[in-house]
């Protein structure tokens, strides 16, 4: 079965930082992966996807993450936070096949302080 | 935007009431699901329909039944409702509208229960 962890429950950085948000994931084979952003009281926006080819793929608001099979990692990186990127940020993996089961990590919750 | 709307967007019930939720999409998407949001557990699947009247059971299914009668509506139904339901519900349709690759879900704004 597929599953996701994302060890970082809250994470605090100073705006103008950078931004590492760790993600690994369990599947078999080549994963779909994804990471979404959620805003307080909202719902979730996609941030990027992965599914095959270049490992570094580039999202919305500036965001990029990395794709490496050796570690099951899939990290979100930005390389200057701003304070409208307070949020909590969700892990994704789905199987093959068109990704009827997409299965979520816990979450981080990210704290911007000036 | 993927056109989705959640109806009601906050409720408060009772134990042991029904209670249906409901999720309308207007852009024929064939796959929508549902999920529940809890502190510590991140998204986890409900259910899920692949058409009309074709529907499966997600990893906590066990309390919650739904129906699809037409592409454009889920429904989610709690036959009794309890306070372990307490939870933020959303909706999701897949769909391919953002650039190449497997197609992606995209989120409703979430229906917010209490169960009292």
């Known amino acids: 079965a597929q599953s996701v962890t994302q060890p970082d429950i809250h994470i605090t950085v100073s705006e103008g930082a950078s931004l590492e948000l760790r993600c690994n994931y369990s599947?078999?084979?080549?994963?779909?992966l994804f990471w979404y952003v959620q805003s307080p009281g909202q719902g979730l926006q996609l941030l990027l996807k992965?599914?095959?080819?270049?490992?570094l793929v580039q999202g919305i608001k500036g965001f990029e993450a990395e794709f490496k099979r050796s570690q099951s990692s899939f990290n979100l990186r930005k390389p200057s936070v701003h304070w409208s990127d307070a949020a909590e940020y969700f892990c994704?993996?789905?199987?093959?096949?068109?990704?009827?089961?997409?299965?979520f990590g816990t979450g981080t919750r990210l704290t911007i302080i000036p | 935007d993927a056109g989705i709307t959640q109806s009601p967007r906050h409720k408060v019930t009772e134990t042991g009431t029904p209670v249906t939720l409901r999720c309308h999409q207007t852009?024929?998407?064939?796959?929508m699901y549902w999920y529940r949001q809890d502190p510590g557990h991140g998204l986890r699947l409900i259910h899920y329909s692949y058409g009309v009247k074709d529907t499966d059971k997600g990893e906590v299914s066990d309390g919650y039944s739904v129906s699809r009668s037409k592409t454009e509506d889920f429904l989610l139904t709690l036959e009794s409702a309890t306070s372990s339901q307490t939870s933020v519900y959303f909706c999701a349709i897949r769909s391919r509208t953002s650039g190449p690759g497997p197609e992606t879900q995209y989120f409703g704004p979430g229906t917010r229960l209490l169960v009292l």
């Open positions: 599947y078999g084979a080549t994963p779909y």
């Open positions: 994704a993996v789905a199987g093959d096949f068109g990704n009827e089961k997409l299965t």
């Open positions: 852009e024929n998407h064939r796959y």
């Open positions: 992965y599914f095959s080819g270049d490992t």
